[in-house]
């Protein structure tokens, strides 16, 4: 998007009047605001938009070519220039005999789920005999936040082992996990794209050795999901234990694959299968709704008009409902690592902000902790509220008590309260958006997961950037394993780093710490 229209964009918004205002002249912005597409009921009317900034969005996103763009992402063009790789996530989840990149997947979905549906019916058991209780997934970013948020998300149909997820280098994880888990019915899942993850390969490792000491075919109880299976296999993951996906699936986009499988053995191959179809729904209506009935069009522009027009720096996703909680760390990977860059693809500085800070908590718990702020504070901040028509839980009334906060909180934030007394007076005017799944299943949590990705991927279209990439998480790996070194070799690095003190400080104290 060249400068000029980049700037007339900013100017309207600065010309769109309170939102108090905008729904005194058109009470009728909820209907041409609001999208249900794919089980979500999304309301977008109290966002600061009038129906010609409206129009300057929807435009904005054909100037940019979000429609060609997809098509070119779907026929594996080289879309990850800096990485020289295709983006494939949505042929995951595409018919087996849409293009050769579906079918390649669907041949390892399959082997995933069959696996999966084997140690949830004990057919398939550990070295001594045992059926499987414990499925513990290792891995980190990519390979843990998308299947544990979900496993989380849909801990209702859970009926196979017990799912535990391990991510930290910080032993404390691994402990807490292999608590209560006893080897001969644990089965661990090496969830590495890469397969070389510090942190993975060292929980791995430890894994491994806690195996070894009880089972001497520890090999029966691992299993790979990588797309680097000469590096699995020469760890010592038996060939028919390897689940592949691709070079071509970004980390952060990987949930629909073989990624995938710790949510397969809590859930079952079926339901995993739910959760593909709502998420290859949601592929179909971005690649053919029309602009104003596009959800992940509108929720893109939102987001990118809130974070790169308005410079707000952050954006608050508080799912309404428990079940949802690990959704904002798991969005904070998909967006932030897809788009909190500052180069464009043509080399150049980006205009306007790019990934905003995405943080949240399950309400109502963050109404008694930080919305304090969210009403009053100085800085505004976008919300995001998500949550589901039909109730979770055995207490109907319970879910309407949790509708009515999503209502009060959103009221509030946008048509504020006039006081004499200062203190007790609310601006109001703060944007927020409400997504409402018509119920927390695997259709629909596919659904609203596909939506996120194509809303991130097209807001890095609007900022100019590529979305696929990361080469910011990469000084700080190369780093650690020079300090690693240098602490496991006792030596004092005379390097005049800015962390040398530090660094000799941690040296010479450990020498007096207890080690384990
Ligand atoms: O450090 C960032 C990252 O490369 C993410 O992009 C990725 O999801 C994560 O590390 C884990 O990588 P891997 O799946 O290769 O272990």
């Not at 057919?123 to 499987?132: L, M, N, W």
């Not at 801990?155 to 997820?165: D, E, L």
């Not at 499988?261 to 179809?277: K, N, R, T, Y």
Request: proline fraction near 3%; hydrophobic fraction near 45%; aromatic fraction near 8%.
């Amino acid at each position: 998007m060249d400068a000029e229209v980049f700037q007339s964009l900013k100017n309207l918004t600065t010309s769109v009047t309170s939102l108090s205002e905008l729904f005194q002249k058109d009470p009728s912005r909820s209907q041409w605001l609001t999208v249900d597409a794919c089980g979500i009921h999304a309301d977008f009317s109290r966002q600061r938009i009038d129906s010609s900034l409206f129009e300057a969005l929807l435009h904005s996103a054909e100037v940019v070519d979000v429609r060609g763009s997809f098509g070119k992402l779907i026929s594996g063009e080289i879309m990850n220039a800096t990485e020289g790789r295709s983006v494939g996530h949505m042929a995951l989840r595409a018919p087996a005999n849409s293009s050769p990149l579906a079918q390649q997947a669907s041949g390892q979905l399959e082997r995933a789920k069959l696996l999966a549906d084997g140690i949830r019916s004990g057919a398939i058991v550990g070295a001594t005999g045992k059926k499987i209780e414990t499925v513990i997934n290792i891995g980190i970013g990519g390979s843990d936040l998308g299947p544990a948020m979900a496993a989380r998300a849909l801990r209702r149909f859970a009926n196979g082992p017990v799912v535990k997820f391990v991510s930290n280098i910080d032993a404390a994880d691994l402990d807490e996990a292999l608590h209560g888990a006893h080897p001969e019915t644990t089965l661990f899942v090496i969830s590495s794209k890469t397969f070389t993850t510090l942190e993975t390969m060292h929980n791995a490792e430890r894994a491994r050795r806690w195996t070894q000491a009880s089972v001497s075919e520890w090999a029966s109880h691992f299993v790979a999901a990588t797309s680097h299976a000469e590096a699995a296999l020469s760890w010592g993951i038996q060939k028919d234990r390897c689940l592949e996906f691709f070079d071509w699936v970004g980390g952060r986009f990987s949930l629909s694959s073989v990624i995938g499988f710790p949510v397969m053995c809590s859930i079952g191959g079926d339901q995993f299968s739910e959760f593909l179809a709502g998420m290859s729904e949601m592929d179909h209506h971005v690649v053919t709704a029309p602009g104003n009935v596009n959800l992940p069009v509108i929720h893109a522009l939102i987001w990118w008009m809130n974070s790169a027009l308005h410079s707000f720096p952050t954006v608050a996703v508080i799912p309404y409902s428990h079940d949802l909680s690990r959704l904002p760390a798991y969005l904070q990977q998909l967006v932030m690592e897809s788009n909190g860059k500052s180069v464009g693809v043509d080399g150049r500085t980006v205009l306007g902000g790019t990934s905003p800070v995405v943080w949240g908590e399950a309400g109502t718990n963050g109404q008694h902790a930080f919305f304090q702020m969210l009403h009053q504070g100085t800085q505004v901040v976008p919300v995001e509220f998500v949550t589901t028509a039909a109730s979770l839980g055995t207490d109907d009334e319970a879910h309407d008590l949790l509708f009515a906060n999503v209502i009060a909180q959103s009221e509030a934030l946008a048509a504020g309260r006039a006081h004499n007394e200062l203190h007790k007076s609310f601006e109001g005017n703060r944007p927020s958006s409400v997504l409402v799944l018509d119920e927390l299943s695997p259709r629909c949590l596919g659904s609203l997961i596909a939506m996120y990705e194509h809303s991130a991927t097209i807001q890095g279209w609007l900022m100019g950037i590529n979305s696929f990439d990361q080469w910011g998480v990469e000084l700080g790996k190369v780093l650690a394993v020079d300090a690693a070194s240098a602490i496991a070799g006792g030596s004092l690095v005379d390097k005049k780093t800015m962390t040398h003190p530090l660094l000799n400080w941690y040296v010479s104290i450990r020498k007096k710490l207890p080690r384990n």
